[in-house]
C-alpha cells in the first residue's frame, strides 16, 4: 500500500520536472526575450544591464533552478504585457473558468452516467445503437462551430442569449457551457456504458439476480457503483481540462478565463504566462491524477490488496 | 466448435467429407455476416472516399480559384437562399470568393494534414510502443515516462503553444500532431507487446535462433496491427478536429491557403449577414470527422472488441 503510493507520488514528481524541463526550453525556443522587452536601439551596455537584471547572463542550468526555485514558492515572474505577477493574473482569471468547468462538467455528468447506463442495460438493442451514434456525433462537432451554430440560433435569430462576455452564474452561462459539454457528455456517456457492460457480466450481479433482487436493485446498487470507478478516471481527465479552460470555446464566447488568458497571452507573446499557465496546468494534472490513485484505493479495495 | 468437431472426425468416410465442405461453407457465409457490411460500413466508407477523391481531383471540379477574390460579388448567398447566383453554387465569402472551391481545396489540405498526421504518428507510436514493450528495462522507462509527461499536458494549449513558437506552416501542423498523437499509439502497442513477447511463438522465434528485430518485425508488429488500425481510423477526426482548431484561431495553416477551419474563423463577424461562410465549412468538417469516428467505431467491433474503451 504504502510502497504503491510511494512510487505514485516519485512518477509524479518526475512527470512534473521533465513537465518544467520542457516548458522551461520550449519559452527559450522562442528567441531572446531581451529582443522582446528592449527597444532595437539599445546598446550592449543596456542589453548587458537588463540581462543581468533578469538572470540571463547565468549559465542555462542555473537560469532553470532559479525559474524552479521561484515557481516552487508561486512566483512565475511578471507578465509582459500586464506587467503584474503571472500567479495574480491567474487567479484573477481561475474563478471564470472553474465556473464554466464546473458546471460543463456537472452537466454532462448528470446527463451523460444515467443514459450510458440505460444504453448498457438496452445493450446492442436499438436504443442503444442511437445513443452511440449521438455519442460519436458529440465527439464529431468542432467546438469552435458548435460555439457559432448555438450563437446564430439562440443569439442572433431567436435572441434568447447573450451571444457573448460574462456574468456571473447567470444566461451567459449557457451557451459556452452547453458547448462544452458536447464533447465530455460523449466520452462519459461511452465509458459508463462499458463499464457498466463490464460490472453486469461480474459474478456478484449474477449472484445478485440469483437471490431475486429486483432488476432496479441490481443495476443501480451492485451494477452502478461498481461501475463507477472507472468513471472517476476520466473525471480526473475532464477537471483537469475544466480547471485549464477550453481556449477555443473561450475565445468564441469571449469568456474571460483561464483558455482565453492564454489565446491573448500567445498572441502577444507574453513568455513568462504562458510559462505559468503551463507549468500550474501541469502541476495540476499530476496532483488530480494522485488524488485519483489514493481515492481509487479507498473506494475500491481489489487495488488495496492487489498492488502491494 | 461443432465445424471444428466435424472436421476432426474420422477421414475417409464420404459422408463425413459431405459435412465437412457443408461446415466450411457455413463458416465462411458466417463469416460474411459477421464482417456485417451494412450502412455502418458504407456510409462513412462512402463519405471519406468521396473527400479523398475531391481532394486528389480539386484542380478538375473546383468552379472557381479558390483564392481569387470577386469583390463585386462579394457574400452571395447559397444556391437555396434568395439573390443566389448559378455560378456560385455554394455562395462566396466576404472576398468573394467561391465558397465550393475554397470547400474543395480545404479538403485537400485536411486530406494532406489527416494522411500525413495519422501515417506518422501510428509509425513513431508503433516503433517506441514496440521497443517499449519488447526491451523493457530503461528503454521502457524512458518512453513510458515520456507518454506519461505528453498524456499530462493539456493537448490542444500546447499545440497552440507550439504552433505558434515554431510558426504555422503545413510541415509545423504535422510535426505538432505527431508530437502529440503518438503517445496513444504507443500505449497500446506497448500493453499488446508485453503479453505478445510472453507467447509459444515468440519463445520459439527466439529458440530458433530469430533476432529481437525480426521477432519484431515478423511477429510482434502484424499482431498488433489490428488496434493500430483502429486506432488510425479514429485518430483522423481527432488530427483534423485538432488542426481545425488551431486554423479557426489563425494558428493553423496560414492564409490564402485554404482550410476548413480559418474559414469558419473568417465568417464569425458577419454572422448575422452572411451566417453560410461559417454554416458551411463546419458541416464538412463534421462530415469527414463522423465518418472517420464512425469507420473507426465499426473497425473496432470488428477487428477487436477489446478495445471498446477508447
Redesign the interface.
Known amino acids: 500500500m504504502t510502497r504503491y503510493m510511494i512510487i505514485r507520488l516519485g512518477q509524479g514528481i518526475l512527470a512534473l520536472i521533465v513537465g518544467t524541463i520542457l516548458v522551461f526550453g520550449l519559452a527559450r525556443l522562442t528567441g531572446n526575450p531581451l529582443d522582446l522587452m528592449l527597444p532595437e536601439t539599445a546598446t550592449p551596455e543596456q542589453r548587458q544591464q537588463m540581462a543581468e537584471y533578469l538572470g540571463l547572463d547565468k549559465p542555462i542550468y542555473q537560469q532553470y533552478f532559479v525559474f524552479i526555485g521561484n515557481a516552487a514558492k508561486g512566483d512565475f515572474g511578471r507578465s509582459l504585457f500586464f506587467y503584474r505577477p503571472v500567479t495574480q493574473i491567474i487567479f484573477e482569471r481561475l474563478p471564470a473558468t472553474l465556473e464554466l468547468g464546473g458546471t460543463a462538467m456537472l452537466f454532462s455528468m448528470l446527463v451523460a452516467i444515467p443514459v450510458g447506463v440505460y444504453a448498457a442495460v438496452k445493450r446492442e438493442k436499438w436504443q442503444d445503437s442511437i445513443l452511440k451514434v449521438f455519442a460519436i456525433f458529440g465527439q464529431s462537432v468542432p467546438s469552435f462551430w458548435l460555439g457559432i451554430m448555438l450563437i446564430l440560433v439562440f443569439a442572433v435569430s431567436l435572441r434568447w442569449l447573450p451571444a457573448g462576455g460574462y456574468g456571473r452564474f447567470d444566461e451567459h452561462l449557457i451557451l459556452p457551457a452547453l458547448t462544452v459539454s458536447t464533447f465530455s457528455i460523449a466520452g462519459f456517456l461511452r465509458l459508463t456504458r462499458s463499464a457498466m457492460l463490464d460490472t453486469l457480466s461480474t459474478d456478484y450481479v449474477r449472484l445478485a439476480r440469483i437471490k431475486g433482487l429486483k432488476e432496479r436493485y441490481v443495476i443501480w446498487k451492485h451494477g452502478l457503483r461498481n461501475a463507477l470507478i472507472p468513471v472517476i478516471t476520466f473525471t480526473g481527465f475532464v477537471l483537469v481540462n475544466a480547471f485549464m479552460g477550453s481556449v477555443i470555446v473561450e475565445a468564441v464566447f469571449a469568456w474571460p478565463g483561464i483558455g482565453q488568458l492564454s489565446y491573448q497571452a500567445l498572441l502577444w507573446r507574453d513568455f513568462p504566462l504562458i510559462q505559468g499557465i503551463l507549468v500550474f496546468s501541469v502541476a495540476l494534472f499530476v496532483l488530480v491524477n494522485l488524488a485519483i490513485d489514493i481515492l481509487y484505493v479507498y473506494l475500491d479495495p481489489r487495488v488495496r490488496f492487489t498492488r502491494d | 466448435m461443432k465445424d471444428l468437431e466435424t472436421m476432426g472426425g474420422p477421414r475417409g468416410d464420404s459422408d463425413t467429407k459431405m459435412e465437412v465442405s457443408d461446415a466450411l461453407k457455413t463458416t465462411r457465409k458466417k463469416k460474411g455476416k459477421r464482417m456485417g457490411f451494412g450502412w455502418r460500413f458504407y456510409l462513412p466508407a462512402l463519405i471519406l472516399a468521396a473527400f479523398v477523391l475531391v481532394a486528389i481531383f480539386a484542380d478538375f471540379i473546383a468552379p472557381h480559384n479558390p483564392v481569387k477574390n470577386h469583390l463585386a460579388d462579394s457574400l452571395t448567398p447559397p444556391f437555396w437562399q434568395e439573390g443566389a447566383k448559378a455560378e456560385y453554387l455554394l455562395g462566396t465569402d466576404q472576398m468573394g470568393r467561391d465558397i465550393l472551391s475554397r470547400l474543395i481545396y480545404g479538403a485537400r489540405t485536411s486530406l494532406i494534414v489527416a494522411a500525413l498526421g495519422v501515417f506518422l504518428t501510428g509509425i513513431v507510436g508503433t516503433i517506441l510502443g514496440v521497443l517499449a514493450g519488447y526491451k523493457g528495462g530503461w528503454v521502457d522507462a524512458v518512453i513510458s515516462?515520456?507518454i506519461?509527461?505528453i498524456q499530462?499536458?493539456?493537448l490542444?494549449?500546447?499545440a497552440?503553444?507550439?504552433a505558434?513558437?515554431l510558426g504555422a506552416s503545413l510541415f509545423n501542423i504535422i510535426l505538432i500532431i505527431t508530437i502529440m498523437f503518438w503517445v496513444g499509439y504507443a500505449r497500446q502497442a506497448r500493453a499488446e507487446t508485453l503479453q505478445i513477447r510472453e507467447s509459444a511463438y515468440v519463445e520459439l522465434a527466439r529458440i530458433a535462433g530469430c533476432r529481437d528485430f525480426t521477432i519484431a518485425v515478423r511477429h510482434v508488429i502484424p499482431n498488433l496491427l489490428n488496434s493500430i488500425i483502429v486506432i488510425a481510423t479514429l485518430g483522423v477526426?481527432s488530427v483534423i478536429?485538432l488542426e481545425?482548431?488551431l486554423s479557426?484561431?489563425g494558428?493553423g495553416i496560414p492564409p490564402p491557403t485554404p482550410s476548413w477551419?480559418s474559414m469558419?474563423?473568417d465568417?464569425?463577424s458577419i454572422?448575422?449577414t452572411a451566417?453560410w461562410v461559417?454554416?458551411l465549412?463546419?458541416v464538412a468538417?463534421?462530415a469527414v470527422?463522423?465518418s472517420g469516428?464512425?469507420l473507426g467505431?465499426w473497425l473496432r467491433d470488428k477487428l477487436d472488441p477489446k478495445l471498446?474503451?477508447l
Open positions: 515516462r515520456a506519461d509527461v499530462g499536458f493539456p490542444f494549449l500546447v497552440l503553444v507550439l505558434i513558437v477526426g478536429l481545425s482548431g479557426f484561431l494558428a477551419g469558419c474563423a465568417g464569425r454572422l448575422t451566417w461559417s454554416f465549412p463546419g468538417i463534421m470527422v463522423l469516428n464512425l467505431d471498446r474503451d
